[in-house]
């Protein structure tokens, strides 16, 4: 079923499978946008770095399955934030992520992104009314931002929240850009390299051929952190899965769009091989709880032919996102007792720029530099307190599946993270695990971690 527009005829640089044994200034695990852009930065400023990454390809993970949305507008989030951090942190926070994406369009290939202006807009009145709750967070804070009731969308609207000059991406490509960049650098970076086992005190990583790799400095960018109890991270990570279509359409839009309502939409159009496709998607839940996601594709299936009078769309996909209790990404040393061991992990459906950020803020701490945002990002922020029932409701939500899925599903492979059963995604045709969103195709190989090693099938 995964057949993501942004993987289509995909051309990347041919790359290795590690088959020795490695030492080097920074490993980093995990070869989408974060890990290819923490390993450009690192390179650039002469840090020897190795890049280890389980796929075949860079960047057709999550990167791949991805909106290819890059704009500091991230949802509904600058009212929320403002509810757990200053109005200075706050900032910080919409100042890391323009100032990341300004800086990354610098460097990349012109047919890789396009200028466009980012929307939030609502269909309802509750939903006019969220959007002028956000606008008045944009006034509080500065951040540029425009009301109106004008759109490109095929339908009225009760309101929209506009922010101009923004971005979007071809994801693979935008980070194709940055790969080529690291390599020219001097950056090692292998693919069909699975790390499964991590020694921290010891610093070194072993791959799935036993291939080693010995550090000064480790860096996790694999979306979910293999090393997640640390820190207590596993407690206050939650995991949503979203889905996506394309389908090809006539005219292309000058802006992206991301409804504010409950069930969200998000809307663009993108020119892939001098082709328009119209990009619609929504529907999250969370991730490994539902059984047959099929119904998810036919309501965006639905919807598209309804509203945009789309054919059938060649392409469907869906993405899985991490989320922290207070809406911020972890980025940085993982625990105060760890000073080795870095992450970048909690995106919240906004990784390509929070990606961007966490390359700045990683390399700049493992080269001693300051970043006007790590302490916001750090994974270590004092922030546990406000957020221990969340906290405490995610690991009930993980102890409840381990112990429903002995009960109920005791047929099906257990997950080779931490032992859960897993669960038959007819949809996806996947095993998905409810308790940390390790996903496993058919056959019982690895398609997301944290999860390493495959499943064991009858």
Same mark, same amino acid.
């Given at each position: 079923?995964?057949?993501?527009?942004?993987?289509?005829n995909?051309?990347?640089p041919?790359l290795?499978?590690?088959?020795?044994?490695?030492?080097c200034?920074?490993c980093?695990?995990g070869?989408?946008?974060s890990?290819?852009y923490?390993?450009?930065l690192?390179?650039?400023?002469?840090?020897?770095?190795?890049l280890?990454?389980?796929?075949?390809?860079?960047?057709?993970?999550t990167?791949?399955?991805?909106?290819? !949305?890059?704009?500091?507008?991230?949802?509904?989030?600058?009212?929320?934030?403002?509810?757990?951090?200053?109005a200075?942190?706050?900032?910080?926070?919409?100042?890391?992520?323009?100032?990341?994406i300004?800086?990354?369009?610098?460097v990349a290939?012109?047919?890789?992104?396009?200028?466009? /202006?980012?929307?939030?807009?609502?269909?309802?009145?509750?939903?006019?009314?969220?959007?002028? !709750?956000?606008?008045?967070?944009?006034?509080?804070?500065?951040i540029?931002?425009?009301?109106?009731?004008?759109?490109?969308?095929?339908?009225?609207?009760?309101?929209?929240?506009?922010?101009?000059?923004t971005a979007?991406?071809?994801?693979?490509?935008?980070?194709?850009?940055?790969?080529k960049?690291?390599?020219?650098?001097?950056?090692?970076?292998?693919?069909?390299?699975?790390?499964?086992k991590?020694e921290?005190?010891?610093?070194?990583v072993?791959?799935?051929?036993?291939?080693?790799?010995?550090f000064?400095?480790?860096?996790l #960018?694999?979306?979910?952190p293999i090393?997640?109890?640390?820190?207590?991270?596993t407690?206050k990570?939650?995991? /949503?899965?979203s889905?996506?279509?394309?389908?090809?359409?006539?005219?292309?839009?000058?802006?992206?769009?991301? *409804?504010?309502?409950?069930? *969200?939409? *998000?809307?663009?159009?993108?020119?892939?091989?001098?082709i328009?496709?119209?990009?619609y998607?929504?529907? *999250?839940?969370?991730?490994?709880?539902?059984?047959?996601?099929?119904g998810?594709?036919?309501?965006?299936k639905?919807?598209?032919q309804?509203?945009f /009078?789309?054919?059938?769309?060649?392409?469907?996909?869906?993405?899985?996102?991490?989320?922290?209790?207070?809406?911020v990404?972890?980025?940085?040393?993982?625990?105060?007792?760890?000073?080795?061991l870095?992450?970048?992990?909690?995106?919240? !459906?906004?990784?390509?720029?929070?990606?961007?950020?966490?390359?700045?803020?990683?390399s700049?701490?493992?080269?001693?530099?300051?970043?006007?945002?790590?302490?916001?990002?750090?994974?270590?922020?004092?922030?546990?307190?406000?957020?221990?029932?969340?906290?405490l409701?995610?690991?009930?939500?993980?102890?409840?599946?381990?112990?429903e899925?002995y009960?109920?599903?005791?047929?099906a492979?257990?997950c080779?993270?931490?032992?859960? !059963?897993?669960?038959?995604?007819?949809?996806?045709e996947?095993?998905?695990?409810? #308790?940390?969103?390790?996903?496993?195709?058919?056959?019982?190989?690895?398609?997301?971690?944290?999860?390493?090693?495959?499943?064991?099938?009858?």
């Amino acid at each position: 079923m995964q057949n993501s527009l942004w993987l289509k005829n995909v051309e990347t640089p041919p790359l290795s499978t590690l088959s020795t044994s490695l030492d080097c200034d920074v490993c980093i695990v995990g070869g989408g946008l974060s890990g290819i852009y923490t390993a450009y930065l690192l390179a650039k400023k002469g840090v020897n770095v190795v890049l280890l990454e389980a796929k075949p390809s860079l960047a057709i993970g999550t990167t791949g399955h991805s909106t290819g !949305k890059l704009t500091p507008q991230h949802g509904v989030v600058y009212s929320k934030l403002l509810k757990y951090f200053s109005a200075g942190d706050v900032y910080t926070y919409y100042e890391a992520n323009k100032n990341a994406i300004e800086s990354a369009l610098e460097v990349a290939s012109q047919d890789s992104y396009e200028r466009v /202006d980012s929307y939030l807009y609502a269909t309802t009145v509750p939903g006019k009314q969220t959007i002028e !709750k956000e606008l008045y967070a944009y006034q509080e804070l500065n951040i540029p931002g425009v009301e109106t009731t004008e759109t490109e969308l095929p339908f009225e609207v009760t309101s929209a929240l506009k922010m101009e000059n923004t971005a979007q991406i071809h994801p693979t490509k935008f980070a194709t850009d940055f790969l080529k960049l690291a390599l020219e650098h001097g950056a090692a970076v292998y693919a069909n390299s699975r790390v499964t086992k991590v020694e921290i005190d010891e610093k070194f990583v072993l791959t799935d051929n036993d291939s080693k790799v010995t550090f000064k400095k480790l860096v996790l #960018c694999t979306h979910y952190p293999i090393e997640s109890i640390k820190g207590l991270i596993t407690a206050k990570l939650s995991i /949503d899965r979203s889905y996506l279509l394309a389908s090809k359409t006539t005219d292309l839009m000058k802006g992206q769009y991301l *409804s504010v309502e409950s069930s *969200s939409r *998000s809307i663009r159009t993108a020119l892939v091989e001098n082709i328009p496709y119209l990009i619609y998607g929504g529907s *999250s839940h969370i991730a490994g709880e539902v059984e047959d996601t099929q119904g998810y594709y036919e309501t965006l299936k639905d919807e598209m032919q309804t509203t945009f /009078d789309l054919s059938e769309p060649p392409f469907l996909w869906s993405a899985q996102d991490p989320n922290t209790p207070d809406l911020v990404p972890y980025i940085g040393q993982i625990s105060e007792d760890t000073p080795d061991l870095y992450i970048a992990t909690g995106y919240r !459906k906004w990784g390509l720029s929070s990606s961007l950020v966490a390359g700045e803020i990683l390399s700049s701490l493992i080269c001693q530099e300051n970043h006007k945002a790590a302490h916001l990002y750090s994974p270590t922020r004092d922030q546990f307190g406000k957020n221990l029932l969340r906290g405490l409701s995610t690991i009930g939500f993980v102890t409840a599946n381990l112990a429903e899925g002995y009960l109920t599903r005791m047929e099906a492979p257990k997950c080779t993270h931490l032992g859960c !059963k897993t669960r038959w995604n007819k949809g996806d045709e996947t095993w998905d695990c409810p #308790c940390h969103g390790s996903r496993f195709d058919k056959n019982g190989n690895v398609i997301e971690g944290p999860a390493v090693y495959p499943l064991k099938l009858k």
